[in-house]
C-alpha cells in the first residue's frame, strides 16, 4: 500500500479511531527508534509521544460544553474536575519527560522539541 492510499484511508477514519491509528504509529515510530536508541532515551520518546486516550478527552470535551452552556450538574462539574486534574497530570509527565531528554541530550528544551517536531500542543 503506498502512502497516499494510506493517508486516504486514515482520512475515512473516525475521530477516535485516527487517534489510535495515530498512538500504534507513534508507538511503531519509538521501538523502532528503540532499536538504535538507548533505552532511558527510547523510555522517554514514549512518554512524549503517548497521546491523551480519546474516550477521556471525549468525555472532557462533552462536559466543558455543558459546562459552558451552563447545563452542569454537580456530579459533572467533579467529573470535570478529575478529568482536568488527569489531563494536566498527563502534560506534567509529558513534559518532564522532555525535559529528561533535553538533560540527557544536553541540549535545551526549546531545541529537543524543535529537532523532535514537537509544537506546544493543547490536550483538549
Do not use: C, W
Not at 24 to 46: F, S
Amino acid at each position: 500500500m503506498s502512502l497516499d492510499e494510506l493517508i486516504q484511508a486514515a482520512n475515512q477514519l473516525d475521530e477516535a479511531d485516527l487517534e489510535r491509528l495515530l498512538q500504534q504509529v507513534v508507538i511503531l515510530r519509538a521501538h523502532r527508534k528503540a532499536n538504535v536508541l538507548p533505552l532511558e532515551e527510547a523510555q522517554l520518546l514514549h512518554k512524549i509521544n503517548q497521546g491523551i486516550d480519546p474516550e477521556l478527552r471525549a468525555q472532557y470535551q462533552t462536559l466543558r460544553a455543558k459546562k459552558e452552556a451552563e447545563t452542569l450538574t454537580d456530579a459533572e462539574y467533579n467529573t470535570l474536575i478529575q478529568l482536568s486534574n488527569q489531563i494536566e497530570q498527563f502534560g506534567v509527565q509529558r513534559l518532564e519527560a522532555l525535559a529528561n531528554l533535553a538533560q540527557l541530550r544536553q541540549v535545551s528544551l526549546s531545541e529537543l522539541m524543535e529537532t523532535l517536531g514537537i509544537q506546544p500542543v493543547t490536550y483538549v
